[in-house]
């Protein structure tokens, strides 16, 4: 399994970026994608998990109602559409996958990590 993420870049307060995360090595039907960040001096925060027919997605208070997970299983794709981007969402974003359908917040629970890519929020 292979996680490519991008999308990352320098941003103002309030403006919106989209992050994508490529997947590849075999079929993800029975996977849960999820998001994740973590800035310098910082432990890995959970961002967003959506399972692979994006019947169920999970936010923790801190995105919710700014952040939006997605995906197209026809790219094999997952999406992060942040929005009113702030100064404390800068961060390296990391997007993840692992086995099943229960959505899970701690990173330990993933099995495959993409390389992250950098969000800087500037205020």
């Known amino acids: 399994v292979q996680l490519q993420a991008s999308g990352g870049g320098l941003v103002q307060a309030g403006d919106s970026l989209r992050l994508s995360c490529a997947a590849s090595g075999r079929t993800f039907n029975n996977y849960v994608m999820g998001w994740f960040r973590q800035a310098p001096g910082k432990e890995r925060e959970f961002v967003a998990a959506?399972?692979?027919?994006?019947?169920?997605?999970d936010y923790p208070d801190s995105v919710k109602g700014r952040f939006t997970i997605s995906r197209d299983s026809a790219k094999n794709t997952v999406y992060l559409q942040m929005n009113s981007l702030k100064p404390e969402d800068t961060a390296v974003y990391y997007c993840?996958?692992?086995?099943?359908?229960?959505?899970?917040?701690?990173?330990?629970?993933?099995?495959?990590w993409g390389q992250g890519t950098q969000v800087t929020v500037s205020s």
């Open positions: 993840a996958s692992r086995r099943g359908y229960t959505l899970k917040s701690v990173g330990a629970e993933y099995d495959y």
């Open positions: 959506i399972t692979w027919s994006g019947s169920a997605t």
